[in-house]
């Protein structure tokens, strides 16, 4: 792959990830035009602190004109993305500056720790050591669990394969296999679609 | 807006700059950042460009345009136009008490 083809698609997720420091509302309406913006210039540090303090601005703008919260939903990305930063997540998402109207006093710690829901919004949430996990978030987690049983290699008796063969194997083959499991389960990101085209853009230039 | 400048903090003169270069006609943020470098002989930068506009569009001083090519031009609403000269006139005041004052103090 060449080197700019490279450094193209860097600058892409970066800009990308720029704009998701945006608010969602605001996003949804200026994304397009201000991605085409900061694409057409130079992608300096004072360019990134402006456009990070556009963003501050924005949410600050957000977090005085907007009344609803968005209310979270349970979803496997949102177990993916483990238990711990989910509240800052969400906080960051409605604006640092919102006073927390629903999280009060002791009805914030009852909540599970994947999904976010309050213990009045589900029919059971159950207590692990430091976490809290709904009965909803129970029955996501055992279908996922059972879609994910496949035959594994794994399984083969020992000696199955010879041990020439998977010395032959490039080192890589793990790595790649991680990468694709990866992209099967959240195909939804940025960051994937710019490890899609590396990887397309690498299979191109080698074949 | 009552004949002084923006209250917008660090917006306030990016917006009246984009006031200005929208009154030269529609343009999207690309083509107001090149004019504005261009007779302003200042490079604002993309975020505080858009929430300069964002506050322009929400108090309907500009008008978006229908989206070419991924990029959105706008053009002065009838209150930006409104909102401008009262800007312009009241710099005008500004400008005249300066040189004024100036003169007085180069003549005693």
């Known amino acids: 792959m060449s080197p700019t083809s490279l450094r193209g698609a860097l600058r892409l997720f970066a800009i990308r990830t720029l704009l998701r420091l945006y608010p969602r509302a605001w996003r949804r309406r200026y994304g397009v035009e201000f991605v085409a913006l900061v694409t057409q210039r130079p992608l300096s540090p004072l360019e990134v602190a402006d456009v990070v303090r556009g963003a501050v601005d924005a949410r600050r703008v957000a977090s005085r004109t907007m009344t609803s919260r968005r209310v979270p939903v349970c979803s496997a990305s949102s177990i993916a993305n483990s238990a711990a930063p989910t509240a800052v997540l969400e906080r960051w998402r409605n604006g640092w500056t919102g006073r927390r109207r629903d999280m009060t006093g002791k009805q914030q710690r009852f909540r599970c720790s994947f999904c976010g829901k309050r213990r009045d919004q589900v029919r059971r949430l159950i207590a692990g050591p430091g976490v809290y996990i709904c009965d909803e978030c129970v029955a996501l987690c055992n279908r996922v669990i059972a879609d994910g049983e496949h035959p594994h290699s794994c399984q083969q008796p020992e000696g199955a394969r010879p041990a020439v063969q998977r010395q032959a194997a490039p080192w890589w083959q793990g790595w790649q296999h991680l990468v694709r499991r990866w992209l099967e389960t959240r195909r939804t990101g940025h960051l994937q679609m710019t490890v899609r085209q590396l990887i397309a853009g690498a299979a191109s230039s080698s074949t | ?108």
């Open chain 2, 1 to 108: 807006v009552d004949g002084a400048l923006f209250d917008w903090g660090r917006f306030s003169e990016a917006a009246f700059l984009i006031l200005v270069s929208l009154a030269g006609g529609a343009k999207h943020g690309y083509a107001m950042m090149e004019d504005i470098a261009a007779f302003a002989d200042m490079r604002l930068r993309s975020g505080t460009l858009y929430g300069a506009l964002t506050r322009l569009e929400e108090r309907g001083l500009v008008e978006p345009l229908p989206t070419a090519d991924r990029r959105r031009p706008y053009r002065l609403a009838a209150a930006g136009v409104v909102a401008l000269q009262a800007q312009l006139s009241s710099l005008d005041v500004r400008v005249a008490i300066g040189r004024q004052r100036l003169a007085a103090d180069q003549a005693s």
